[in-house]
């Protein structure tokens, strides 16, 4: 099922309030992205590079490396609509093997709101 455009607006709207209320400074910035009934949460961290990095010789400088990583988004997790803004499946990214895999909500729940997906997904905000 297609997500009706006024609800990918009040759904990125209900994840961007959440997201900035109880993780805000966790992340610079949030991608959330509507394809078919899917929604795709990704978000974008400065990073932390150790003092001293990299060793000389490295194949990048320190500032290519820092560039590069603030732009490689974090795969927080997908959501699959069903024709109701609080009934979403949700998919936890695994960077094991790069896929989303189908997964509970924290309430052991298959069905759940996009706030609590961004809680599951959260996960790798994480420091």
């Known amino acids: 099922m297609k997500i009706p455009q006024i609800v ?3 759904t990125r709207q209900r994840i961007e309030k959440h997201a900035k209320k109880k993780y805000g400074r966790q992340y610079t910035r949030l991608d959330i992205r509507f394809r078919g009934p899917l929604c ?3 978000a974008y961290r400065e990073p932390r590079i150790t003092p001293g990095w990299p060793p000389d010789g490295w194949h990048e ?4 490396m820092t560039e590069r990583l603030r ?4 795969h927080l997790c997908r959501m699959r609509y069903f024709g109701d803004e609080n009934r979403w499946s949700l998919a936890f ?3 094991s093997n790069e896929t989303y895999r ?5 309430s052991g729940k298959f069905l759940g709101t996009p706030e609590h997906a961004f ?3 959260a996960i790798h905000l994480d420091d």
């Open 93 to 95: 990214f695994t960077y």
């Open 40 to 42: 795709y949460i990704d």
């Open 119 to 121: 809680e599951v997904g």
């Open 71 to 74: 732009k490689t988004p974090v």
């Open 8 to 10: 990918r607006e009040r």
């Open 102 to 106: 189908p997964c509970v909500f924290k």
């Open 61 to 64: 400088t320190r500032e290519q």
